[in-house]
């Protein structure tokens, strides 16, 4: 048997070898997780936290991502609570986002679990119909909104308190028209500074994932003390595909806003496409803690041929993208989570 095991394992020594490394498949040699290069001395307290300051500095503009584009529809109502405001979505007879309060101005109903009819949203407890323009003598009007084409905003002035922007600020996507596109939420007890402060850690990544991660390695962290607010960290990182084999690729990881943090693949298989993680806040649950949504959007791009079929399978490779997602946030709230239960404890 062991003779055997040494044969596998120098048959598979010798195709590594001989891989050609123009392919953005590589073997990856067998680790044991207890021997990787320990990172903590890398992941430097005050470099995280100065990041995570500098995120958070930035404008909002009031905006925050409330669902998936494909969850809003004109057929149903959407609810949602954000902030602890109650809110409802559906689309109007032009296909347009319309956001607004999910309690009903009569008696306080939820409009969430009313119905769309004629694109007028109709409360089940005594039929009030709410049009897309609102209805101003009961009080009821439109939030500011915005679809993107993946995601669905709305504008909370009195949440944030800022000077409020016509638009959210989105990244920079691959064309949506070539791209594949998938949306993942998770909820959690944490608050969104949480969630942010997870993704300005690339340091865990193979460590408590190493199901995902390989060989990362961060090639560029912002300074501690830095004036220009710069939160930038590049990644070498090699996602597993299968025990044995993964893809190397140059990520970077940016926070336009300072509920998002960006990861966008710089260089290797699938340069341009970006995984967008938004931290959304639900508001405090009984207990008094805070929970989060972690909505995150991945739009993927590549010239390759398998990408194209991909594309033309959408609907069966979005649960796939998604139950990865998933898996990868199982760990990350557990992260943030615990996170945000030292604070309190503070």
Not at 82 to 105: H, I
Not at 254 to 280: D, F, K, L, N, Y
Not at 295 to 322: Q, Y
Request: hydrophobic residues 40%.
């Amino acid at each position: 048997m062991v003779e055997r095991r040494r044969t596998v394992r120098g048959l598979t020594e010798a195709v590594a070898r001989r891989w050609p490394e123009r392919w953005p498949l590589q073997p990856l040699p067998r680790e044991d997780w207890a021997r990787q290069r320990p990172t903590v001395g890398q992941a430097d307290v005050a470099v995280i936290d100065a990041a995570v300051k500098h995120a958070l500095a930035r404008p909002s503009g009031n905006w925050f991502v409330v669902a998936d584009s494909r969850h809003v529809r004109p057929d149903r109502p959407y609810g949602v609570t954000v902030a602890g405001r109650e809110l409802v979505a559906w689309r109007d007879a032009d296909g347009r986002v319309v956001v607004g309060s999910g309690v009903c101005p009569h008696l306080g109903a939820p409009l969430a679990e009313g119905r769309v009819v004629d694109h007028r949203l109709v409360c089940r407890w005594h039929g009030l119909a709410v049009p897309a323009s609102g209805l101003p003598g009961w009080g009821w009007c439109p939030l500011p909104s915005h679809d993107d084409g993946v995601l669905v905003w709305a504008r909370l002035d009195d949440v944030d308190g800022e000077p409020p922007t016509p638009r959210p600020v989105v990244p920079d996507r691959p064309d949506l028209d070539t791209a594949l596109a998938a949306v993942t939420r998770v909820d959690g007890v944490c608050e969104p500074v949480d969630v942010v402060a997870n993704r300005l850690d690339p340091w865990h990544g193979s460590w408590f994932h190493p199901y995902s991660f390989a060989r990362l390695r961060v090639l560029e962290a912002p300074a501690v003390d830095t004036t220009n607010g710069q939160d930038r960290f590049v990644v070498a990182v090699t996602f597993r595909v299968g025990p044995r084999f993964g893809v190397p690729v140059v990520a970077e990881f940016t926070c336009p806003e300072p509920r998002t943090v960006c990861m966008r693949i710089v260089s290797g298989e699938g340069e341009g496409s970006v995984v967008e993680t938004h931290a959304t806040p639900l508001g405090a649950g009984p207990d008094g803690r805070h929970r989060s949504a972690v909505i995150e959007a991945v739009v993927a791009t590549s010239p390759r041929t398998g990408f194209l079929l991909a594309r033309r399978v959408a609907p069966a490779v979005r649960p796939v993208v998604r139950a990865a997602a998933r898996r990868l946030w199982r760990d990350d709230l557990a992260y943030a989570e615990r996170r945000y239960a030292l604070r309190r404890r503070d």
